[in-house]
Protein backbone atom coordinates (compact mmCIF):
# COMPACT_ATOMS: atom_id res chain seq x y z
CA UNK A 1 0.00 0.00 0.00
CA UNK A 2 1.22 3.36 -0.75
CA UNK A 3 0.19 6.02 1.87
CA UNK A 4 0.18 9.44 1.29
CA UNK A 5 -0.19 11.97 4.48
CA UNK A 6 -0.37 15.68 3.66
CA UNK A 7 1.25 16.18 0.53
CA UNK A 8 1.65 19.37 -0.57
CA UNK A 9 3.40 21.42 -3.46
CA UNK A 10 1.83 25.14 -3.14
CA UNK A 11 -0.01 26.46 -5.56
CA UNK A 12 -0.03 23.09 -7.38
CA UNK A 13 -1.59 20.39 -5.45
CA UNK A 14 -2.62 19.69 -1.59
CA UNK A 15 -2.85 18.98 1.12
CA UNK A 16 -3.79 15.90 -0.22
CA UNK A 17 -4.02 12.42 2.34
CA UNK A 18 -5.39 9.13 1.24
CA UNK A 19 -3.82 5.52 0.33
CA UNK A 20 -3.51 3.71 -2.77
CA UNK A 21 -4.08 -0.11 -2.55
CA UNK A 22 -1.68 -2.79 -3.88
CA UNK A 23 -3.88 -5.17 -6.16
CA UNK A 24 -6.09 -1.90 -7.60
CA UNK A 25 -5.69 0.33 -10.45
CA UNK A 26 -6.47 3.68 -9.42
CA UNK A 27 -7.20 6.38 -12.00
CA UNK A 28 -6.63 9.85 -11.69
CA UNK A 29 -9.41 12.32 -13.35
CA UNK A 30 -9.57 16.44 -13.32
CA UNK A 31 -9.31 19.11 -15.25
CA UNK A 32 -5.47 20.40 -16.84
CA UNK A 33 -4.27 21.96 -13.96
CA UNK A 34 -5.80 19.88 -11.75
CA UNK A 35 -2.88 18.83 -9.87
CA UNK A 36 -2.53 14.91 -11.05
CA UNK A 37 0.95 15.77 -12.28
CA UNK A 38 2.09 16.99 -9.23
CA UNK A 39 0.42 14.80 -7.13
CA UNK A 40 2.42 11.99 -9.43
CA UNK A 41 5.70 13.40 -9.41
CA UNK A 42 5.30 13.12 -5.39
CA UNK A 43 4.46 9.63 -5.06
CA UNK A 44 7.27 8.73 -7.24
CA UNK A 45 9.53 10.71 -4.94
CA UNK A 46 10.70 12.84 -7.28
CA UNK A 47 9.00 16.16 -5.42
CA UNK A 48 9.17 16.29 -1.73
CA UNK A 49 6.34 17.66 0.03
CA UNK A 50 6.23 20.99 1.48
CA UNK A 51 5.83 21.09 5.21
CA UNK A 52 5.31 17.66 6.82
CA UNK A 53 3.74 15.95 4.48
CA UNK A 54 4.86 12.44 3.59
CA UNK A 55 4.88 9.42 0.89
CA UNK A 56 5.59 6.06 1.94
CA UNK A 57 5.32 2.88 0.31
CA UNK A 58 4.60 -0.39 2.84
CA UNK A 59 6.05 1.49 5.69
CA UNK A 60 9.25 3.33 3.81
CA UNK A 61 9.41 6.68 3.18
CA UNK A 62 9.53 7.43 -0.34
CA UNK A 63 12.12 10.81 0.54
CA UNK A 64 14.85 8.69 2.03
CA UNK A 65 15.65 6.30 -0.66
CA UNK A 66 17.74 6.86 -3.69
CA UNK A 67 16.80 6.93 -7.18
CA UNK A 68 18.36 3.46 -7.93
CA UNK A 69 16.33 2.13 -4.92
CA UNK A 70 13.09 4.33 -6.16
CA UNK A 71 13.87 2.52 -9.39
CA UNK A 72 13.93 -0.97 -8.09
CA UNK A 73 10.54 -0.10 -6.61
CA UNK A 74 8.52 1.73 -8.69
CA UNK A 75 8.07 2.73 -12.51
CA UNK A 76 7.06 6.10 -13.93
CA UNK A 77 6.08 7.39 -16.98
CA UNK A 78 5.91 10.97 -16.92
CA UNK A 79 4.51 12.78 -19.76
CA UNK A 80 6.53 14.87 -23.01
CA UNK A 81 9.38 12.27 -22.14
CA UNK A 82 12.56 13.61 -24.41
CA UNK A 83 13.61 10.32 -26.60
CA UNK A 84 17.77 9.84 -26.94
CA UNK A 85 18.26 10.68 -30.78
CA UNK A 86 18.78 7.86 -32.92
CA UNK A 87 18.11 5.03 -30.58
CA UNK A 88 16.21 1.82 -32.59
CA UNK A 89 13.23 0.63 -30.98
CA UNK A 90 14.64 -1.91 -29.24
CA UNK A 91 17.47 -0.45 -27.86
CA UNK A 92 15.14 1.81 -26.00
CA UNK A 93 13.78 -0.91 -24.39
CA UNK A 94 17.15 -2.66 -23.36
CA UNK A 95 17.53 0.95 -21.18
CA UNK A 96 14.23 0.92 -19.75
CA UNK A 97 15.40 -2.31 -18.59
CA UNK A 98 18.81 -1.21 -17.05
CA UNK A 99 17.50 -0.75 -13.33
CA UNK A 100 16.91 -4.38 -13.23
CA UNK A 101 19.99 -5.58 -14.24
CA UNK A 102 19.88 -5.57 -18.12
CA UNK A 103 18.32 -7.94 -20.89
CA UNK A 104 17.63 -11.07 -19.47
CA UNK A 105 15.87 -14.07 -20.83
CA UNK A 106 13.22 -12.88 -18.71
CA UNK A 107 13.33 -9.62 -19.94
CA UNK A 108 12.69 -11.17 -23.56
CA UNK A 109 9.93 -13.27 -22.63
CA UNK A 110 8.40 -10.12 -21.03
CA UNK A 111 8.48 -8.08 -23.68
CA UNK A 112 6.89 -11.07 -26.29
CA UNK A 113 4.18 -10.77 -24.26
CA UNK A 114 3.47 -7.19 -23.99
CA UNK A 115 4.14 -7.19 -27.96
CA UNK A 116 0.78 -8.18 -29.08
CA UNK A 117 -0.90 -5.43 -26.92
CA UNK A 118 0.87 -3.04 -27.44
CA UNK A 119 2.14 -3.51 -31.20
CA UNK A 120 5.38 -3.88 -30.49
CA UNK A 121 7.12 -5.90 -33.41
CA UNK A 122 7.38 -3.08 -36.11
CA UNK A 123 8.92 -0.80 -33.59
CA UNK A 124 11.78 -2.59 -32.64
CA UNK A 125 14.10 -2.20 -35.75
CA UNK A 126 13.10 1.59 -36.40
CA UNK A 127 14.79 5.27 -35.38
CA UNK A 128 12.66 6.40 -32.07
CA UNK A 129 13.03 9.64 -33.79
CA UNK A 130 10.59 8.49 -37.14
CA UNK A 131 7.66 6.79 -35.10
CA UNK A 132 4.36 8.68 -34.29
CA UNK A 133 3.81 9.78 -30.90
CA UNK A 134 1.76 6.71 -30.56
CA UNK A 135 4.01 4.68 -31.17
CA UNK A 136 6.77 6.21 -29.23
CA UNK A 137 3.92 5.82 -26.22
CA UNK A 138 3.35 2.54 -26.83
CA UNK A 139 7.23 1.80 -26.36
CA UNK A 140 7.45 3.87 -23.24
CA UNK A 141 4.69 2.35 -22.03
CA UNK A 142 6.12 -0.83 -22.22
CA UNK A 143 9.35 -0.14 -20.99
CA UNK A 144 7.65 0.97 -17.68
CA UNK A 145 5.63 -2.20 -17.15
CA UNK A 146 8.60 -4.30 -18.21
CA UNK A 147 10.70 -2.30 -15.18
CA UNK A 148 8.50 -3.37 -12.36
CA UNK A 149 7.41 -6.99 -14.03
CA UNK A 150 7.05 -8.91 -11.08
CA UNK A 151 8.76 -11.65 -13.74
CA UNK A 152 12.46 -9.74 -13.83
CA UNK A 153 11.88 -7.87 -10.90
CA UNK A 154 10.22 -9.60 -7.80
CA UNK A 155 10.90 -5.87 -5.65
CA UNK A 156 8.20 -4.17 -8.36
CA UNK A 157 5.27 -2.13 -6.51
CA UNK A 158 4.20 0.63 -7.97
CA UNK A 159 3.26 1.39 -11.30
CA UNK A 160 2.77 5.26 -12.38
CA UNK A 161 1.65 6.40 -15.53
CA UNK A 162 0.46 10.02 -16.44
CA UNK A 163 -1.80 10.43 -19.17
CA UNK A 164 -0.57 6.70 -20.62
CA UNK A 165 -3.11 6.80 -23.55
CA UNK A 166 -1.97 10.33 -24.54
CA UNK A 167 -1.80 9.34 -28.84
CA UNK A 168 -3.13 6.14 -28.15
CA UNK A 169 -5.33 5.07 -31.12
CA UNK A 170 -8.66 2.99 -29.30
CA UNK A 171 -7.65 -0.04 -29.96
CA UNK A 172 -4.14 0.90 -27.83
CA UNK A 173 -5.88 2.71 -25.72
CA UNK A 174 -8.13 -0.28 -24.90
CA UNK A 175 -5.17 -2.41 -24.85
CA UNK A 176 -2.77 -0.59 -22.47
CA UNK A 177 -6.07 0.11 -19.55
CA UNK A 178 -6.30 -3.67 -19.86
CA UNK A 179 -2.56 -4.53 -18.98
CA UNK A 180 -2.52 -2.16 -16.56
CA UNK A 181 -5.42 -4.28 -14.91
CA UNK A 182 -3.49 -7.35 -15.18
CA UNK A 183 -0.52 -5.40 -13.21
CA UNK A 184 -2.94 -5.02 -10.72
CA UNK A 185 -4.52 -8.48 -10.65
CA UNK A 186 -0.30 -9.79 -9.89
CA UNK A 187 -0.70 -7.49 -6.74
CA UNK A 188 1.05 -4.20 -7.86
CA UNK A 189 -0.22 -0.94 -6.45
CA UNK A 190 -1.35 1.26 -10.07
CA UNK A 191 -2.21 4.60 -10.32
CA UNK A 192 -2.47 6.38 -13.77
CA UNK A 193 -3.94 9.49 -14.60
CA UNK A 194 -6.95 9.87 -17.75
CA UNK A 195 -9.27 12.34 -19.36
CA UNK A 196 -12.04 10.12 -20.87
CA UNK A 197 -14.17 9.66 -18.10
CA UNK A 198 -16.17 6.94 -19.59
CA UNK A 199 -13.04 4.62 -20.03
CA UNK A 200 -12.20 5.57 -16.39
CA UNK A 201 -14.89 4.51 -14.83
CA UNK A 202 -15.08 1.19 -16.69
CA UNK A 203 -11.84 0.02 -15.70
CA UNK A 204 -10.81 1.86 -12.51
CA UNK A 205 -10.88 -0.12 -9.10
CA UNK A 206 -11.07 3.39 -7.71
CA UNK A 207 -11.08 6.88 -8.93
CA UNK A 208 -9.70 10.20 -7.61
CA UNK A 209 -10.88 13.40 -8.97
CA UNK A 210 -8.60 16.17 -8.69
CA UNK A 211 -10.06 19.89 -8.58
CA UNK A 212 -7.80 23.06 -8.15
CA UNK A 213 -5.47 20.99 -6.61
CA UNK A 214 -7.62 19.25 -4.11
CA UNK A 215 -9.11 15.95 -3.97
CA UNK A 216 -12.98 16.49 -4.60
CA UNK A 217 -14.25 13.07 -5.09
CA UNK A 218 -12.74 9.20 -3.98
CA UNK A 219 -14.28 5.74 -4.70
CA UNK A 220 -15.40 3.25 -6.99
CA UNK A 221 -16.91 4.59 -10.38
CA UNK A 222 -19.85 5.58 -8.88
CA UNK A 223 -18.44 8.33 -7.43
CA UNK A 224 -18.44 10.20 -10.36
CA UNK A 225 -22.18 11.82 -10.78
CA UNK A 226 -23.49 14.36 -13.32
CA UNK A 227 -23.58 16.80 -10.71
CA UNK A 228 -19.50 15.98 -10.01
CA UNK A 229 -18.53 16.10 -13.67
CA UNK A 230 -20.42 19.88 -13.33
CA UNK A 231 -18.78 21.38 -10.54
CA UNK A 232 -15.51 20.22 -11.83
CA UNK A 233 -15.34 20.07 -15.32
CA UNK A 234 -18.56 22.49 -15.84
CA UNK A 235 -19.80 20.34 -18.45
CA UNK A 236 -23.34 19.29 -18.18
CA UNK A 237 -23.99 15.28 -18.59
CA UNK A 238 -26.70 12.91 -18.45
CA UNK A 239 -26.13 9.14 -17.42
CA UNK A 240 -27.33 6.51 -20.18
CA UNK A 241 -27.74 2.79 -19.60
CA UNK A 242 -26.36 0.77 -22.55
CA UNK A 243 -26.18 -3.06 -22.26
CA UNK A 244 -25.12 -2.98 -18.59
CA UNK A 245 -22.53 -0.09 -18.96
CA UNK A 246 -23.49 3.08 -17.82
CA UNK A 247 -22.39 6.06 -19.77
CA UNK A 248 -21.84 9.71 -19.21
CA UNK A 249 -23.00 11.54 -22.43
CA UNK A 250 -22.53 15.50 -22.74
CA UNK A 251 -25.80 17.31 -22.90
Not at 10 to 29: C, N
Not at 36 to 52: F, P, Q
Not at 81 to 100: Q, R, S
Request: net charge negative; with cysteine; charged share 15%.
Amino acid sequence: MLLIDTFLLPHRVGPISGSFKAGHLTLLMGPNGSGKSSLLSGVAGLTKSEGAGTVSLDGECLSTLSIHELARYRAMLAQDTVLPHGLLGYELLALGAEPIGGVSEAVCLTLARLAEPLGLNSLYQRSVNTLSGGEQQRLLIASTLLQVDLSVNPDGKLLLLDEPLAGLDWQHQLATLRLLREYAALGLTVVASIHDINLACQYADEIWCLHQGQLVAQGPPEVVTPELIAQVFSVTVRRLEQDGISLLIPV
